[in-house]
């Protein structure tokens, strides 16, 4: 039984079965706390470990939006859930590159994380949550954040609660299944009022899909395969895919502009993926077949090019970013 079962068996026999966000929230604090869980050795691959390509994208997006806001000084850069910090490393190139001079604050809870993104982005401010970020124009970028938040699972109205049985631990329910997000939409409240009061721009890169749903899309993933949710509890990646209208619908009520929702293939695409292949290809022949596959396994449908899927959240003042029209 791994040391997170045993903390959990207990807490369900003094207090009941607990929720499946008071599960997924405890699964995965203490997965990000106790392993860097990226690339081919650990659990699974995100797209800035697949290709600087992914986050030079995401800066030269930040750097254009930034540059026709008038380029206000004060804009600092900000990431949620930086993982290792290759995002922020990569698109800051491109931001310093483009004059970009502002302050980077990254939020992330996990100590060992932050030890690599310090490593990544010496000069970082580290947060716990947003409600610490400081009160300027923002350049942000969150990918696969938001899948890592808690949800809730309702059945026939009743929210559904882990019990212990005799294996190990069960739902105390089945049948359909709806799923609703609070943690997430707090974030997105949050981050979009700062937008609406503060200026700037966020891009929301995660898996999910465009139009609200229903059905179970909790899902465990272990050494690059999916295992079941309740196996080994701390020792998985437990995501669930991300409701993308709701969050759309969460920043406008917040004050803030969206943009439509597009596959990620098509917004790497219209911000020229293709052409910064060939130019990696063009300065490094040797590197031409590894430069091709990254390409594919970014945008290609079959890969992450569709089920990944991007919005932009702004404030009303900032134009929308690039991309997405
Ligand atoms: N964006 C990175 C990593 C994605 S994994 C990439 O694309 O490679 C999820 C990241 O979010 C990890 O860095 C994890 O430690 C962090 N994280 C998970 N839950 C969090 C929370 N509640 N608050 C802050 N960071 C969190």
């Given amino acids: 039984?791994?040391?997170?079962?045993?903390?959990?068996?207990?807490?369900?026999?003094?207090?009941?079965?607990?929720?499946?966000?008071?599960?997924?929230?405890?699964?995965?604090?203490?997965?990000?706390?106790?392993?860097?869980?990226?690339?081919?050795?650990?659990?699974?691959?995100?797209?800035?470990?697949?290709?600087?390509?992914?986050?030079?994208?995401?800066?030269?997006?930040?750097?254009?939006?930034?540059?026709?806001?008038?380029?206000p000084p004060e804009t600092v850069y900000v990431e949620l859930g930086p993982g290792r910090g290759t995002l922020a490393a990569d698109a800051l190139r491109v931001l310093r590159s483009a004059g970009f001079t502002g302050e980077a604050h990254l939020v992330e809870t996990s100590p060992?994380?932050?030890?690599?993104?310090?490593?990544?982005?010496?000069d970082a401010r580290w947060h716990e949550t947003t409600d610490a970020l400081p009160a300027a124009p923002m350049l942000l970028v969150a990918n696969e954040f938001l899948d890592a938040?808690?949800?809730?699972?309702?059945?026939?109205?009743?929210?559904?609660r882990i019990a212990v049985?005799?294996?190990?631990?069960?739902?105390?329910?089945?049948?359909?299944?709806?799923?609703?997000?609070?943690?997430r939409?707090?974030?997105?409240?949050?981050?979009?009022?700062?937008?609406?009061?503060?200026?700037?721009?966020?891009?929301?890169?995660?898996y999910g899909h465009a139009r609200s749903g229903r059905g179970d899309t909790l899902q465990a993933v272990r050494g690059h395969l999916f295992s079941p949710v309740l196996t080994d509890p701390g020792e998985q990646d437990l995501t669930s895919h991300v409701d993308f209208e709701a969050l759309q619908r969460a920043a406008r009520e917040a004050g803030a502009a969206v943009t439509p929702v597009v596959t990620q293939g098509e917004w790497l695409e219209r911000l020229g993926i293709e052409?910064?292949?060939?130019?990696?290809?063009?300065?490094?022949?040797?590197?031409?077949?590894?430069?091709?596959k990254a390409l594919q396994?970014?945008?290609?449908?079959?890969?992450?090019?569709?089920?990944?899927?991007?919005?932009?959240?702004?404030?009303?003042k900032w134009p929308a970013p690039a991309g997405f029209a």
Wanted: charged letters at 25%; hydrophobic letters at 45%; glycine letters at 8%.
């Fill in 1 to 71: 039984m791994t040391p997170l079962e045993r903390a959990l068996r207990d807490r369900i026999q003094a207090e009941g079965p607990i929720t499946v966000e008071a599960f997924m929230e405890s699964c995965n604090a203490y997965y990000y706390a106790t392993r860097d869980p990226f690339g081919v050795d650990g659990d699974f691959t995100t797209a800035p470990e697949i290709s600087q390509m992914f986050g030079e994208m995401v800066g030269a997006a930040l750097a254009d939006c930034w540059t026709r806001a008038g380029s």
């Fill in 112 to 122: 060992l994380l932050r030890e690599a993104q310090a490593s990544a982005v010496p």
């Fill in 149 to 160: 938040l808690p949800i809730q699972q309702f059945v026939q109205g009743t929210e559904r």
């Fill in 165 to 183: 049985a005799a294996g190990g631990l069960a739902f105390d329910r089945d049948g359909e299944i709806v799923e609703i997000a609070p943690a």
């Fill in 185 to 206: 939409e707090k974030v997105i409240r949050d981050l979009s009022s700062r937008l609406a009061s503060s200026g700037g721009v966020a891009l929301i890169i995660d």
């Fill in 275 to 292: 052409r910064r292949a060939q130019a990696l290809t063009r300065s490094n022949p040797d590197l031409a077949n590894d430069v091709e």
């Fill in 297 to 316: 396994r970014l945008t290609a449908p079959d890969q992450m090019g569709e089920l990944f899927k991007v919005v932009a959240i702004h404030a009303p």
